[in-house]
């Protein structure tokens, strides 16, 4: 392969609300079965990416325990492998990353030892599937110096906490603008970028000398008259997640078979770490309709138009409606939840009454489990 | 210097006849269970959960489906730098190249593999139980009664006794008489086919039966031990294990399962179950769908109604079919309209609409009423069937079949229906 891969995963979002106090956005549960750095970790292997390094700093520790070991993604190699580098003091450097071009120059040397011409850099927070190699097809082609891969979005869609680019006849970027106030393009950056191993040193290097900190700001937006920077507009899914709602509408477009077909039957696949679970197991009471069910759940009440994630527990008489219930939950008897996310290993007493008026509501509950 | 205190065997090269179609395409320790697992999955996680961390799988019978399944042991974390899990098939020598011809002549033709790892102890084992078992409690038992040989024995109601191998014991646990099938049997305690083994006395009893035919562990070692007045001592296992030998107690066995709180629980997290997971995606219940207590794997996606069953991964169930009393095993697809009643449909089949199962009277199967009886409906793996058919009871169905095979759209109680497979 023509490239390594770096997946920045450090960053918290007051966007994700109470969702991130615990964890790294990289590491939020996509989908049932997945976390949301599968995708670009799967992406990286399906693209043949064989050495891939995961940047990460922010509450770092459920995506560490996910990202225990590499086989799951197939980086267990001889050559290559998946390196997870979080900051360390050094001689010259006793800060945390201060931005994603600072984590980048913090871990330099794992660059400078590569011989991979190119470095495919993505976020952990993307749900999406794509084929590096046409990317960097393409950014050959054009003779750029970075390619950013982009995402046309629907008009109505609020743009406002992404990247916002505009590009010429020729795909160059002409404008880029992050999350601006008011915007009249709705074409955003994905957070992918395909750049030279060289180049990148370069401008890395120059970045810390001048004391700047951040890829988009200092690297691409500043350099985007002097560099040439294009624009890759990729087709089919994608979506961040890393906002409440859009964790919320990402998820809850798994419940369509379109979007179920795209990712979880065409190939490629997207690869997590199993869980060793059991079969989901459906008791006298139960009445699932229109959700997803993960391994490991046992279901004794109603669930409708929701996804269960791994290894929750739904009591009798339990009424679900429209939620996201994440891993390992336990919902006590004659528990109503409509329109909420119960954030993972939550316990829920009996007769609990939990419903999202206008905004999906974000349940926290820390009981006992075995005292109930 | 390499040395394993206890190294496992695992007898998985047995054909198992009686689960019909099921075992025509893999032996029987391949075959599913339980919605996820397969057999051998069982006494596989009870070696790594006993901290036995080196396992000789032997395979014979059709061991394709078994090799791909156990491949480098990864789900059981049997990959290991020294020990791990190594399939072991017969393989050519010099001279007096053979089948492995009984459970112990396998044993014997592996004593190199054995030795390699310098063991004090032999576990033997077979690939076709239901259970979850500390072996080393057992090895335990085998050191502190100082014995030469262990065998897990478990109290069967006495008036079945007469089914099993029996083992009569003294009060020190000692055992006194072995009775095979005995019609006045004088004890409960059945042989589970389990036993522990000190090295030495195991490799001496292997090599002095060397030219034994079709040597065998019940039949000739353990009597040969016996008879040289060896210490044999019986372990007293009280849990639940199921021999899931044949279509019946197969069926039965995943039923139950299903139970609200089943005797046999996959759901508690101390001693998991571990097996190789190809499918990672979430099961889909649609908003027609109706599911009632049932077991069903991952990446599932059901538009009808399910009740009463066990429902492998990957399967799907198109919108108007109704599953009762049956288990369907992985990534086998029924069209719409259909009425699936107590039916074992194997792995990668097709059914097509409006197909029903299990209609008509009881009749026992022509070819083979020993295998397909129990009023079950079977089907093989990788099977077709076609729409608009009713499959009667006591059948099996293997290969891929057309509307001609099925006179008036029917296939009869008691009717064999193979095209395909090593019993065409």
Redesign the interface.
Same mark, same amino acid.
Do not use: M
């Given at each position: 392969m023509r490239a390594v891969g770096i997946i920045l995963a450090g960053g918290n979002n007051h966007r994700m609300k109470e969702l991130s106090n615990k964890r790294a956005i990289a590491a939020m549960p996509i989908a049932g079965s997945y976390r949301s750095i599968d995708f670009a970790l799967s992406n990286m292997t399906n693209s043949g990416v064989q050495k891939v390094a995961v940047l990460t700093q922010y509450n770092a520790r459920s995506l560490n325990e996910h990202l225990s070991s590499s086989k799951w993604w197939n980086f267990g190699r001889k050559q290559g492998g998946m390196f997870v580098f979080t900051p360390t003091i050094t001689k010259e450097n006793s800060f945390w990353y201060q931005g994603t071009a600072d984590a980048i120059y913090q871990n330099l040397d794992f660059l400078k030892r590569c011989h991979e011409p190119y470095v495919i850099i993505a976020s952990g927070d993307g749900v999406y599937k794509l084929d590096y190699n046409k990317v960097l097809e393409y950014h050959i082609q054009k003779k750029a110096d970075i390619t950013v891969v982009c995402k046309e979005l629907p008009p109505e869609e609020d743009v406002t906490r992404f990247g916002v680019l505009k590009m010429n006849e020729d795909c160059r970027i002409e404008e880029f603008e992050e999350k601006p106030m008011v915007s009249n393009s709705n074409i955003v950056s994905t957070g992918v970028y395909v750049i030279r191993r060289r180049q990148l040193i370069e401008l890395v290097e120059r970045c810390a000398q001048e004391d700047r900190y951040d890829f988009v700001k200092d690297i691409l937006i500043r350099y985007k008259n002097l560099k040439r920077i294009y624009g890759y507009k990729m087709q089919g899914y994608w979506n961040n997640i890393a906002a409440v709602d859009s964790y919320y509408r990402t998820n809850m477009d798994f419940l369509k078979p379109e979007v179920r077909n795209y990712f979880f039957h065409q190939y490629p696949d997207i690869y997590s770490k199993v869980d060793d679970l059991p079969p989901a197991k459906y008791n006298p009471g139960s009445d699932v309709r229109n959700s997803l069910v993960s391994a490991g759940c046992i279901i004794n009440g109603t669930v409708e138009n929701s996804i269960l994630f791994k290894k929750v527990f739904v009591g009798e008489n339990c009424v679900i409606k429209n939620s996201i219930i994440l891993n390992d939950v336990y919902l006590g008897d004659n528990t109503h939840i409509e329109n909420c996310i119960v954030e993972s290993r939550d316990t829920i007493r009996a007769n609990s009454y939990h419903v999202g008026e206008d905004d999906i509501k974000i349940v926290i509950e820390k009981n006992e489990r075995y005292v109930l | 210097m390499i040395k394993k205190e206890m190294i496992a065997m695992l007898l998985a090269g047995g054909q198992g006849s009686r689960l019909g179609v099921l075992t025509a395409k893999m032996a029987k320790p391949a075959v599913a269970f +339980? !919605?996820?697992y397969r057999i051998i999955d069982f006494p596989l996680s009870n070696c790594i959960n006993s901290g036995v961390d080196t396992v000789g799988v032997l395979t014979q019978y059709q061991p394709l489906r078994l090799n791909t399944h156990i491949g480098i042991g990864?789900?059981w974390d049997l990959d290991r730098n020294i020990g791990g899990v190594t399939v072991l098939p017969p393989y050519e020598k010099s001279e007096n190249s053979e089948w492995y011809t009984g459970t112990a002549n396998a044993i014997y033709q592996n004593l190199n593999y054995m030795e390699n790892y310098n063991p004090d102890y032999v576990l033997i084992l077979s690939g076709d139980h239901i259970y979850k078992m500390d072996y080393e409690v057992m090895l335990d038992f085998h050191k502190a009664n100082n014995a030469d040989v262990t065998i897990a024995v478990m109290p069967v109601p006495m008036e079945e006794a007469s089914r099993f191998g029996i083992v009569v014991t003294d009060d020190k646990a000692q055992i006194t008489e072995f009775q095979e099938k005995p019609e006045h049997p004088s004890s409960n305690l059945a042989s589970m086919g389990i036993y522990i083994f000190s090295w030495k006395v195991l490799k001496e009893a292997l090599v002095t039966l060397k030219d034994q035919s079709n040597c065998d562990f019940g039949k000739h070692v353990i009597p040969y031990c016996f008879e040289q007045g060896k210490k044999l001592v019986a372990y007293e296992y009280n849990g639940y294990w199921k021999d899931v030998g044949t279509l019946g107690s197969y069926w039965e066995a995943n039923m139950e399962l299903?139970d609200?709180i089943p005797e046999f629980n996959? @759901?508690e997290e101390f001693w998991? /179950? @571990?097996?190789s &997971?190809e499918i /990672?995606?979430?099961?889909?219940? &649609?908003?027609?769908?109706?599911? +009632?207590? &049932? /077991?069903? +794997?991952? !990446?599932a996606?059901i538009y009808g109604e399910?009740e009463n069953s066990?429902?492998g991964?990957g399967v799907v169930i198109g919108k108007g079919t109704v599953v009762r009393d049956s288990i369907i095993m992985k990534e086998t697809t029924i069209g719409e309209g259909c009425t699936i009643d107590r039916s074992v449909i194997a792995e990668n089949v097709t059914v097509g609409d409006h197909v029903e199962t299990n209609v008509g009277e009881d009749i026992p199967n022509k070819l083979k009423p020993k295998v397909y009886s129990f009023s079950l409906t079977t089907i093989g793996g990788g099977s077709v069937i076609p729409a608009n058919v009713k499959i009667g009871k006591n059948t099996a169905i293997s290969g891929e079949t057309t509307p001609e095979d099925y006179p008036d759209g029917v296939l009869e109680s008691g009717e064999t229906l193979i095209k395909e497979g090593d019993l065409a």
């Open positions: - | +339980g !919605g996820k990864i789900p299903i609200i996959l @759901y998991k /179950i @571990y097996t &997971s /990672i995606p979430p099961q889909y219940i &649609s908003a027609e769908a109706k599911i +009632g207590r &049932s /077991i069903i +794997g991952d !990446g996606e399910v066990v429902i991964p």
